[in-house]
């Protein structure tokens, strides 16, 4: 009975140890990336206006812009699903932790397979911006992606102008689908996150089509 009794109280803490890694894997991580979040939208309002030459398109960042992995980029509002953040440059573990993610260029800081040979598009510009996010930890910025419906709203905030996409397709790829970044001829911006929830087996994809400048 007495190794009835201790082996009883080892599974109970076992199974205690169990529930709090999961509470903290799906919950806890979430307070990590809310405070990083506030720094990131700190950072970016404080940031200062960017510097512009006489070759640089309205609407468009200026030429050379190159921000560094973990730099917040601009703000990603989707109303529909109440979601809120600021996205970061760059797609690696460290950085989505922080928040969603814009998938980068080939360039230094950046390796394959978290990078791109394409050349990186912004919001405003023609071709397809492409931010990765978290579906269930780390403040699940992108838990309800699939809720969302054609016609939604996504709106892009940068410090060049604000730009509303609206959903036109939703679609699910396997994990390693490159299709995702190439670039087409619209101006474009595609949300990708894991599928289903709580698996890494599909990637659940979300395209928009801007309309124009936002007011």
Request: hydrophobic content about 35%; charged content about 25%.
């Amino acid at each position: 009975m007495r190794i009835l009794r201790i082996l009883g109280k080892f599974l109970i803490s076992v199974g205690m140890g169990v529930l709090m890694f999961v509470g903290w894997t799906l919950w806890g991580t979430g307070f990590y990336t809310q405070g990083q979040q506030n720094d990131l939208r700190t950072e970016f309002a404080e940031a200062a206006p960017l510097e512009r030459g006489e070759d640089d398109k309205p609407g468009h960042p200026p030429k050379g812009y190159d921000p560094g992995p973990g730099r917040p980029v601009f703000l990603l509002k989707i109303p529909a699903i109440k979601m809120d953040h600021v996205v970061i440059e760059g797609v690696g573990t460290e950085d989505l932790k922080k928040g969603p993610g814009h998938y980068p260029e080939c360039r230094p800081g950046f390796v394959k397979p978290l990078c791109t040979e394409f050349d990186e598009v912004w919001p405003g510009e023609k071709g397809r911006v492409v931010v990765s996010g978290h579906r269930t930890t780390y403040g699940a910025p992108f838990w309800d992606l699939d809720k969302l419906r054609k016609g939604d709203e996504i709106i892009t905030k940068t410090k060049w102008g604000t730009f509303t996409y609206t959903i036109f397709k939703k679609t699910i790829v396997p994990p390693n689908s490159a299709a995702i970044v190439v670039p087409g001829n619209n101006a474009e911006i595609a949300l990708t996150t894991c599928n289903p929830k709580f698996s890494a087996q599909e990637r659940l994809v979300v395209f928009g089509r801007m309309e124009g400048l936002a007011r």
